[in-house]
Each structure stands twice: as C-alpha cells, then as structure tokens.
T-cell receptor, first 114, second 112 residues
C-alpha cells in the first residue's frame, strides 16, 4: 500500500445527485492532488493543494469542488455531473522539499454517472 | 454511439526477456522525470525517477535512461516477469515544481 487511501472505491450516481469523494494520506506530506483518468484521455491534473491552500485549478468545471480541511485530508464534492465525467478519480500526495516531486497515489474511486 | 477508448501502445514481451518502454517528453525545461506502473484496479505506483543532471539511473531490475538532446526517456526492465504486466507512464515536472505532466502510457503484456 502507498499510504494514500480513497473512499468509496466505486460510486454510481445520477446527474442530479450530490456526492463526495474522500482521500486521506498517512505519509505526513504537505501537498495533495486530484487527478482524473478516463478511457479517452491521459491522466489529467485537476487540483493541487499545497499547505492546505489551493495552488492550481486546471480549468475544471465548477461542478467539481475540492476541499482540503487539513494536510491529511482531501475531498472532491460532486454535483450535477454529466455522463462524460465518468472516470477513475485518483488522489495523490507528495512532500515538497525543494526538488523532490514524487507523488504517491491512492487506488482511486471509479465513478459512473448515469 | 460508439465510445472510443484511449489507444495505448502495447509491448508484448516473453517472460524472461528484457523490456524497453519509450517516452518522448515535451518541455525542455523539465528537470525531473518519473516512471509509474499501474496495474488493473490500482493507482499508479512509483518505479524510478531521474533528474536532469543525470543520464542514467538504476534500480532493482529497472534502468531509466534520459536523453535531453532529443527529449527522450526510456525504462528498461530486466528479466521481465508476469507481475510486470501493467500500464507504464512517464511524467515530467516541466520545471513547475510539484505539477507532473503525464504521458499517455504503454501497456506491457508478458507472455509466459
């Protein structure tokens, strides 16, 4: 195991539902990330949090809302999603220490939007 | 309508042979590169990394080669085993700190 856990592992939701994905890292890292992995595109960075502050938002639609209450937890709140949002959502963490960028990934949440 | 999946290049290799996976990166300012392995149903797992001040780095059964002149990265796996079957991704940092840009991936299939 990588020390990054994600729940739930699988999620099926309708387009009008509201749900949240949770990520927790047990590595003492100071940065966390959300990625989207779909069958049609390479791994896409969605959000970056460093020291609990959002430092990157890669033009992600507002129906995805991240939250980072502390350095160990990261959430992705979902509402009014579209079928094309179905994908594997991966969380990662890293310790930024001036040049060491290795990111540790969780197992992902497989999301299906119906 | 028909959905089209991302076409991954596939490398079929006989068990025991060596594998070479190639990656072309785009940003000449990148100074950090990393290889990940992703097995079915799992998240990407770190294999090996290399900084731009090196051209070769070795790990356990794996070697990464970096050619900055042509912006090319390769991963060599020695004595490939069935457990090496996975999708392999390269990533670069683009000299942008903690933001990695991932390649499309290569699927490795190990034949017994």
């Amino acid at each position: 195991e990588t020390g990054v856990t994600q729940t739930p592992r699988h999620l099926v939701m309708g387009m009008t539902n509201k749900k949240s994905l949770k990520c927790e890292q047990h590595l003492g890292h100071n940065a966390m990330y959300w990625y989207k992995q779909s069958a049609k595109k390479p791994l896409e960075l969605m959000f970056v949090y460093s020291l609990e502050e959002r430092v990157e938002n890669n033009s992600v639609p507002s129906r995805f809302s991240p939250e980072c209450p502390n350095s160990s937890h990261l959430f992705l709140h979902l509402h009014t999603l579209q079928p094309e949002d179905s994908a594997l959502y991966l969380c990662a963490s890293s310790q930024d220490r001036g040049g060491d960028y290795e990111q540790y990934f969780g197992p992902g949440t497989r999301l299906t939007v119906t | 309508g028909e959905s089209v999946g991302l076409h991954l290049p596939t490398l079929s290799v006989q068990e025991g042979d060596n594998s070479i996976i190639n990656c072309a990166y785009s940003n000449s300012a990148s100074d950090y590169f990393i290889w990940y392995k992703q097995e079915s149903g799992k998240g990407p797992q770190f294999i090996i990394d290399i900084r731009s001040n090196m051209d070769k780095r070795q790990g356990q059964r794996v070697t990464v080669l970096l050619n900055k002149t042509v912006k090319h990265l390769s991963l060599q796996i020695a004595a490939t085993q069935p457990g090496d079957s996975a999708v392999y991704f390269c990533a670069e940092n683009g000299a942008a700190g903690n933001k990695l840009t991932f390649g499309g991936g290569t699927r490795v299939l190990v034949k017994p």
